[in-house]
Antibody
Framework: QLHLQESGPGLVKPSETLSLSCTVS??????????WGWIRQTPGKGLEWIGS???????YYNPSLKSRATISVDTSKNQFSLKLSSVTAADTALYYC??????????????????WGQGTLVTVSS | DIQMTQSPSSLSASVGNTVTITCRAS??????LNWYQQKPGKAPKLLLY???NLEVGVPSRFSGSGSGTDFTFTISSLQPEDIATYFC?????????FGGGTTVGI
């Protein structure tokens, strides 16, 4: 049974960098058909895809984050991570990591988020 | 970005009733649409992919249809455990975007 668990600080100061990790258990992050994604949720903007990465390093980002987001993968730890720089109160959200099932990649064919972590609340405040 | 508009934003129905939610895309997305269920305090759960394909283990009372810009999600016989918020999500064009959600109550 695949399990994803987010970890990281729950409070980040404005202008600083938010850092989260997602540890994957019950499956390999190097599996061929999968990307690994970050999605955040706020009451105001709803669900927002941040980006997805494959173990090979292939990455797709949501341009709305204007290059503030960096996603990386550590296959030795079966983990992937998110860094979001220059945060503001607008980045306060529930952050989810998820398995992005994409057998044909993220730009063609079907793909979907089929397994999610429980989510971690990150508040941006001084 | 492709905007996904769901309606209604909330609804109330009785156990055993049929519930229908619509999702409209701001441009053509073929059948590149997924549906998720989110219960309070929980992460979203995939129910349907490719507009109408049921994820493994999901009850058959959930179904989806549509193509192009207009899509429908149906719960054929509402059960108490179906109380949740439902989201559509398009993947035709990056960035992936989600609808605003429909909260189903009893």
């Amino acid at each position: 049974q695949l399990h994803l668990q987010e970890s990281g600080p729950g409070l980040v100061k404005p202008s600083e960098t938010l850092s989260l990790s997602c540890t994957v258990s019950g499956g390999s992050i190097s599996s061929k058909s999968y990307y690994w994604g970050w999605i955040r949720q706020t009451p105001g903007k709803g669900l927002e895809w941040i980006g997805s990465i494959k173990h090979s390093g292939n990455i797709y980002y949501n341009p709305s984050l204007k290059s503030r987001a960096t996603i990386s993968v550590d296959t030795s730890k079966n983990q992937f991570s998110l860094k979001l720089s220059s945060v503001t109160a607008a980045d306060t959200a529930l952050y989810y990591c998820a398995r992005h099932n994409a057998p044909f990649g993220v730009v063609e064919g079907y793909h979907y988020f089929d397994s999610w972590g429980q989510g971690t609340l990150v508040t941006v405040s001084s | 970005d492709i905007q996904m508009t769901q309606s209604p934003s909330s609804l109330s129905a009785s156990v055993g009733n049929t519930v229908t939610i619509t999702c409209r895309a701001s441009q053509y997305i073929s059948n590149y649409l997924n549906w998720y269920q989110q219960k309070p305090g929980k992460a979203p759960k995939l129910l349907l992919y490719d507009a109408s394909n049921l994820e493994v283990g999901v009850p058959s009372r959930f179904s989806g249809s549509g193509s192009g810009t207009d899509f429908t999600f149906t719960i054929s016989s509402l059960q108490p455990e179906d109380i949740a918020t439902y989201f559509c999500q398009q993947y035709d064009t990056l960035p992936i975007t989600f609808g605003g959600g429909t909260t189903v109550g009893i």
